[in-house]
């Protein structure tokens, strides 16, 4: 007997890349965030804070050196990050390929086929809207 084919995700809203975007709960959003970009606002949390903490500092100048300091830790500790399967994106700053919004694509799970939950793209609906 012929096996029922599911149809293909590609026109559903949460699909992109052939992954699912769809988010489920609060936990699983949080699982497949971005670790390279949550490492980078961690360390850009912290920097905020030490230049906040700068402005203690009496002296101008001591304060200036100080903020120098900050600046160029910051830089050294943002340069040192790494994901071992970040692939830039061409032309667009440090962004990563599977980057999409906070999150990584490849965390995502795969898109196996129109299911339940499948919503046609805004386009989509306007296309058939003016069809009809
Ligand atoms: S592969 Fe890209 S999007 Fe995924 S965690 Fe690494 S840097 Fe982030
Ligand atoms: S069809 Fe279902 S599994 Fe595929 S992207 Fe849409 S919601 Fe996710």
Redesign the pocket.
């Known amino acids: 007997m012929s096996k029922l084919q599911r149809m293909g995700g590609q026109d559903c809203t949460y699909y992109i890349k052939k992954r699912c975007t769809r988010t489920k709960s609060p936990e699983e959003t949080e699982a497949v965030r ?4 949550e490492a980078r606002r961690q360390v850009g949390a912290r920097t905020l804070d030490r230049l906040d903490r700068l402005k203690r500092l009496a002296d101008p100048e001591d304060r200036e050196v100080a903020r120098r300091h900050v600046i160029q830790k910051n830089l050294d500790q943002i340069t040192r990050l790494n ?5 830039p994106q061409t032309g667009r700053g440090p962004l ?5 919004l906070i ?5 995502m799970p795969p898109c196996e086929g129109r299911c339940d939950h499948f919503l046609l793209r805004r386009e989509h609906r306007a296309n058939k809207g003016s069809c009809s």
């Open positions: 971005c670790n390279l970009l994901c071992d399967i970040y692939v990563c390929v599977h980057q999409h999150y990584c694509l490849l965390l």
